[in-house]
């Protein structure tokens, strides 16, 4: 009886590696969703599979594969939330832009670096409204332009002025529903349409802005601040994480420490 090698050389560790990294994506995207129990479901059946392919199971055989076949279809009707999300969050990475993007050979002149008197007129101007209760949505770019966000708002591309972001978000007025990206020292656009992830989980008291919040800062490196219509707090977002009811003196240091980290990441590249 002969015996059985297995060669396992550096391209089927590097095989292992890659296979074990998606997995843990895949894993850390569904986490906590109510995808994570179909996920888990379909990766047993997979393994139920292969136990009954290589027991040469040949009925059992046949009725798997026959899910199998439509498996990469089935996944991409039960998981089409979470593969937009993981697509955006891909192409919204800083290093994958900056390697790709052509307009840091052609453009060197643009800065996306928002100056300390535009932080102070977005505090300002969220100070104001928490008062008087006027709820707001502001997105403020760190390392990306954020094209595809401001293309689905009405572009205004003006100077950042209290009275001007005040004046978008009055109740009364027609652009007071979602979102004002500024970008640099820009007001880009308003109203604009911001990705929701439903699988989040909230508090109670948090509305459909700070859900709205919370879903752009999983997708990019932005910084959100949001104006309460119900309690008039205002709130900071970024990288998935809030912090409620803040001060707006708390707010400015917020946003001119990520600034500073936006201009030195900018500088290193």
Same mark, same amino acid.
């Given at each position: 009886?002969?015996?059985?090698?297995?060669?396992?050389?550096?391209?089927?560790?590097?095989?292992?590696?890659?296979?074990?990294?998606?997995?843990?994506?895949?894993?850390?995207?569904?986490?906590?969703?109510?995808?994570?129990?179909?996920?888990?479901?379909?990766?047993?059946?997979?393994?139920?599979?292969?136990?009954?392919?290589?027991?040469?199971?040949?009925?059992?055989?046949?009725?798997?594969?026959?899910?199998?076949?439509?498996?990469?279809?089935?996944?991409?009707?039960?998981?089409?939330?979470?593969?937009?999300?993981?697509?955006?969050?891909?192409?919204?990475?800083?290093?994958? &832009?900056?390697?790709?993007?052509?307009?840091?050979?052609?453009? &060197?002149?643009?800065?996306?670096?928002?100056?300390?008197?535009?932080?102070?007129?977005?505090?300002?101007?969220?100070?104001?409204?928490?008062?008087?209760?006027?709820?707001?949505?502001?997105?403020?770019?760190?390392?990306?332009?954020?094209?595809?966000?401001?293309?689905?708002?009405?572009?205004?591309?003006?100077?950042?002025?209290?009275?001007?972001?005040?004046?978008?978000?009055?109740?009364?007025?027609?652009?007071?529903?979602?979102?004002?990206?500024?970008?640099?020292?820009?007001? &880009?656009?308003?109203?604009?349409?911001?990705?929701?992830?439903?699988?989040?989980?909230?508090?109670?008291?948090?509305?459909?802005?700070?859900?709205?919040?919370?879903?752009?800062?999983?997708?990019?490196?932005?910084?959100?601040?949001?104006?309460?219509?119900?309690?008039?707090?205002?709130?900071?977002?970024? &990288?998935?994480?809030?912090?409620?009811?803040?001060?707006?003196?708390?707010?400015?240091?917020?946003?001119?420490?990520?600034?500073?980290?936006?201009?030195?990441?900018?500088?290193?590249?």
């Amino acid at each position: 009886m002969g015996l059985l090698f297995i060669t396992f050389g550096f391209a089927d560790f590097v095989d292992i590696l890659l296979v074990a990294i998606i997995l843990y994506q895949l894993y850390k995207l569904v986490r906590g969703t109510v995808a994570m129990s179909i996920f888990v479901g379909l990766m047993l059946l997979y393994l139920v599979w292969l136990v009954v392919k290589f027991l040469n199971l040949n009925l059992l055989s046949t009725i798997l594969d026959s899910f199998i076949s439509v498996g990469v279809i089935a996944v991409i009707i039960l998981f089409q939330q979470e593969i937009r999300k993981f697509l955006l969050l891909l192409g919204n990475t800083d290093s994958v &832009k900056k390697r790709f993007s052509l307009a840091r050979y052609f453009d &060197k002149a643009t800065s996306l670096a928002t100056s300390d008197s535009t932080l102070h007129e977005i505090c300002r101007a969220c100070r104001d409204m928490s008062k008087t209760k006027t709820g707001a949505l502001i997105v403020v770019a760190n390392n990306s332009e954020l094209t595809t966000f401001v293309q689905s708002g009405d572009t205004l591309n003006a100077d950042v002025s209290y009275r001007l972001i005040e004046s978008v978000f009055f109740k009364n007025s027609p652009m007071h529903d979602g979102a004002m990206i500024i970008v640099g020292d820009r007001i &880009k656009a308003a109203r604009c349409v911001l990705p929701i992830d439903d699988d989040l989980v909230l508090p109670p008291h948090l509305g459909l802005r700070h859900r709205a919040a919370l879903s752009m800062s999983n997708v990019t490196e932005a910084t959100i601040v949001v104006v309460s219509e119900e309690t008039g707090s205002i709130s900071h977002v970024r &990288k998935g994480e809030i912090k409620y009811d803040i001060t707006d003196e708390t707010l400015m240091a917020l946003l001119r420490s990520e600034t500073s980290t936006a201009e030195q990441a900018t500088g290193k590249s």
